[in-house]
């Protein structure tokens, strides 16, 4: 089955600096890519996807790129603001299953 | 449109015991999954009902079962509590399409002493 790995497990970064959050994936086979993030005390929300034909996606501050060949995916946020503090999951869908990774901890330092 | 809703949200159980936990989707949605979540191994699959069937399991013992209605209210099941059960039982709902969004409850947390 598919196995997700993502690093870092826990990521500090001053307001205004960008975070960068990276995953590997194994089955060559998953074509779908989404990222969800999850406040302190409350349920994972998607944030962003991209399907697996597609090298890069963006939406206002955070951005997904995806290389298929090395079958690794990140996701980018500019600009970082308090709001961000979250943890953040990356996952890639084998067959009807999503495997998640094991998450990120972003803190953003005022 | 109400979103995703999991009862119970706090439970405390004794080891050997079994606990159910039910799952209500946004309506028109009519696949289910369930996930366990604990501090470091993230979000682990447990499985997915669509029309009542369960089409994806990931590796977890038999101790865990789900079922899914006509009306694609799920439940899960965990037989024979163990320690290691302890944790955030997250449900999702979404769509037909398997690359659709995941639309989770707020989850349901158990203790197991």
């Known amino acids: 089955g598919e196995n997700v790995e993502q690093h870092p497990s826990t990521l500090s970064v001053q307001e205004g600096d960008s975070a960068v959050i990276k995953c590997t994936y194994s089955?060559?086979?998953?074509?779908?890519f989404p990222w969800y993030k999850q406040e302190l005390g409350k349920r994972p929300q998607l944030i962003i996807d991209i399907r697996s034909n597609v090298g890069e996606k963006k939406d206002q501050r955070i951005a997904v790129t995806l290389n298929k060949t090395a079958k690794h995916f990140s996701l980018h946020i500019t600009e970082t603001q308090p709001e961000d503090s979250a943890v953040y999951f990356c996952?890639?869908?084998?067959?009807?299953?999503?495997?998640f990774g094991a998450g990120t901890t972003v803190t953003v330092r005022a | 449109k109400a979103g995703v809703t999991q009862t119970p949200r706090y439970l405390i159980k004794t080891r050997g015991q079994q606990v159910t936990l039910s799952c209500s989707p946004i309506?028109?949605?009519?696949?289910v999954s369930w996930y366990q979540q604990t501090p470091g191994q993230g979000l682990q699959f447990l499985f997915e009902y669509f029309s009542e069937t369960q089409r994806n399991k990931g590796n977890f013992p038999g101790r865990f079962s789900g079922r899914q209605f006509s009306n694609s209210r799920s439940e899960m099941n965990v037989s024979t509590l163990e320690l290691g059960d302890s944790a955030l039982y997250l449900c999702a709902s979404r769509q037909q399409s398997p690359s659709g969004e995941l639309f989770f409850g707020e989850g349901s947390r158990l203790t197991v002493l």
């Open positions: 996952a890639a869908k084998d067959d009807y299953k999503l495997s």
């Open positions: 089955d060559s086979a998953s074509n779908y």
């Open positions: 309506s028109g949605h009519r696949s």
